[in-house]
């Protein structure tokens, strides 16, 4: 079935980011986005006929901004503006990152108040159609004043310049514009500009975390609910007066997952009447930490919303009243390049995230260690002291956990002046987002092992889970096989991460 397009230049959310990123779907402008860019256009063109001064659109840029450019210049002026910021470092984003951020940048300008022609996110989208990806080098922007350096690498494809990826090669971006039929775009004044002054490096990246967060806090549930009827653990934890107690909405809806999931569980019958009232906070604490985690996904989400609909743009050209044109319009310069709306919430979900990688962490332990396994050997082996078992998988989710919380210090709280002091306080917004992405793939492989060493310990149970969990455990077994012996593991936990990433324990519900 085809993924549903995404109309850009009103109302989109993360899911959409998501749909065109990652699943292929087209993006088209709103049909009212033409007309009020033509609108638009047309003022800051009257603003220049009639000798102002703009920034960035007649004059130099950051402490150069004092400069006044000649009208003869100006397209040499956004020509040299993109070949100048493109000095990006480091391995180029993905191109699920990439194709966000054509979509993203049509969008913003499609908003209406950058001032440029409709030609520009027009050309943005179809490069996106066509699919060319322009090679976007991930280090260089410090996230204000906008994400200049990799947005500059994105830009420079249209221009005929920079590189791009076309069918998996790699190729100068004249020539992907030729393979595909595509005319360079004759930069007009401010295009130049508006096409790199934006927070959307920053968005995308955090975006597309989010989304793949969403997935890991539902699997983390499920996960954890084989790991707590796997080590004979108690249900009082999940009774629903507890969470009365304390409602927070994400609390209770791990908690009624859990629950949900261990009903009918012939292994938690097996063991009802044993006296055991309590387990170790790894198992006890599961809806207050993952329920935690829910909480940040929602603000960070909320924050992102924001920010996927906003002006990020400067100048911008506003109308002094929307309902009233003739009320006349004024180009200003502010801040919305800033990306603190997003670094700050981006910086939290890293933390949230490695708090649940190091609970995936602990059950992992408690499945492998004798002394509080409740019956099962020593590292989940045959044969102990021969074999090893899942004991360096244990540490691999030992390290990926560490890992994180070496990520988890906030890069928002830096800051370092740029452009001769003129921009003082930076958001260092794509490093929390680059950060973020990194934590959601170490989370998908702690919570992979974890889920492995569940489902080695389910067969080793003498009864079996509950219905749900028993199909959870069947998808397991499609991405690794059961444990007959000491192997390698890497390609099947690879295999179980990406098919968490995905979604495949979820569905099996």
Known sequence: MPVKAVIVGRQIDIEEVHRVARRGADATLH??????LLRTRALLERALADGATVYGVNTGFGALSGVKVPTARLQDLQRNLLRSHAVGVGEPLGADVVR???????HTLALGASGVRPLVPQRLLELLRAGVVPVVPCQGSVGASGDLAPLAHLALPLIGEGEAWLDGQRMSGA???RERGIDPLDLAAKEGLSLINGTQVTTAITALALADARELVEAADIIGASSLDALLGTTACLDARIHAGKPHPGQIHSAELIAKLLAGSPLNQSHADCGRVQDAYSMRCMPQVHGSVRAAIDYAAAAVNIELNSFTDNPLVLLRDPNDHAAGFDVLSGGNFHACSVALPADHMTAALTTLATISERR????????????LPAFLTNDPGVESGFMMAQVTAAALASECKSMS??????????SAGKEDHVSMGPIAARKLAAVVRNLAHVLAIEAAAAARAMDLRD??????LVRVHAVIREHVAPFTGDRSMTAELESLAQAILDGALRQAL
């Open 31 to 36: 049909e009212a986005a033409e007309s009020n």
């Open 100 to 106: 966000a951020l054509l979509m993203l940048r049509a």
């Open 175 to 177: 020539d992907a514009l």
């Open 364 to 375: 992992t332990d408690r499945l492998c260690t004798a002394a509080h396994s409740r019956g």
């Open 409 to 418: 210090f906030p890069a928002s709280t830096d800051s370092i002046p740029t």
């Open 463 to 468: 009864h079996p889970s509950s219905p749900a």
